[in-house]
Each structure stands twice: as structure tokens, then as C-alpha cells.
């Protein structure tokens, strides 16, 4: 977790255990802005104070889960319930909506490596 930049070589970032937990109640309490969810696992949250938090694939022990209200949205297994509420994706460099034809679905016979983060493998 962080109060800005969670790169590996942040200086503020720290495990979350570094903070008390009211701290971390405080910060982690504000509205997710910013959600990315990797399909090995890992979750990055912006959140709306300005803190970052990050769960890495390597630590697969420790839970993690996003709730919309009362409705368990996300775990470590992937998305699990519908939003309620529209996705859109955004260009990274504009902030404008990309409107575009659904992805087809990923071929049966691809070999595909679990352990890349790269969301093109």
C-alpha cells in the first residue's frame, strides 16, 4: 500500500501491516477510482484519497475481495457477479471512452501461460 506511486522501488510503499489498522481502515474506506484486476490474481486499486493498494500474485495466501455494497464483485478467481453498473474501457492516455466490438471469445486449443500478467498471452 502506498499514498501515491506503488512501484517496487516506491519508497512509501510498504505491506500493509506497516500502518495500524485504523490507518488502514481510513484509507482503504475511500471509493475505489481506479480498479484492475489481473488474471493471475493480483489487484490494483486507485483509491479516491490518493492511496494505492496493491495484492501481488506472490503472496497467494493472503484473501482478497471487492465488494460493490453487499455484492461480492471480485476474488482471486476472477469477476464474480455483474456490476450493476455499465464497463467501459477508457484510452490510457485521453481518458475517452473506446467504443468498440466485443473481444472473441479465446480459442480452446491456445496454449496459454497462467503465470503472464500479459493480458495479450
Known amino acids: 500500500m502506498a499514498p501515491r506511486a506503488i512501484a517496487e522501488d516506491a519508497p512509501e510503499r510498504h505491506m500493509i501491516s506497516h500502518w495500524t489498522r485504523a490507518e488502514v481502515e481510513r484509507n482503504v474506506s475511500a471509493p475505489i477510482l481506479s480498479p484492475v484486476f489481473f488474471k493471475s490474481g493480483s489487484l490494483r486499486l486507485g483509491l479516491g484519497n490518493g492511496w494505492k493498494l496493491?495484492?501481488?500474485?506472490?503472496?497467494?495466501?493472503?484473501?482478497?475481495t471487492v465488494f460493490f455494497g453487499d455484492t461480492l464483485m471480485w476474488n482471486r478467481s476472477g469477476m464474480l457477479s455483474p456490476a450493476g453498473?455499465?464497463?467501459?474501457?477508457?484510452?490510457?492516455?485521453?481518458?475517452?471512452?473506446?467504443?468498440?466490438?466485443?473481444?472473441?471469445?479465446?480459442?480452446?486449443?491456445?496454449?496459454?501461460?497462467?503465470?503472464?500478467?500479459?493480458?495479450?498471452g
Open 54 to 64: 496493491f495484492v501481488s500474485k506472490r503472496h497467494p495466501h493472503v484473501t482478497a
Open 85 to 120: 453498473f455499465s464497463v467501459v474501457t477508457l484510452d490510457p492516455w485521453t481518458g475517452q471512452r473506446i467504443d468498440a466490438p466485443p473481444w472473441p471469445p479465446r480459442p480452446e486449443d491456445l496454449d496459454i501461460d497462467t503465470d503472464s500478467d500479459d493480458i495479450n
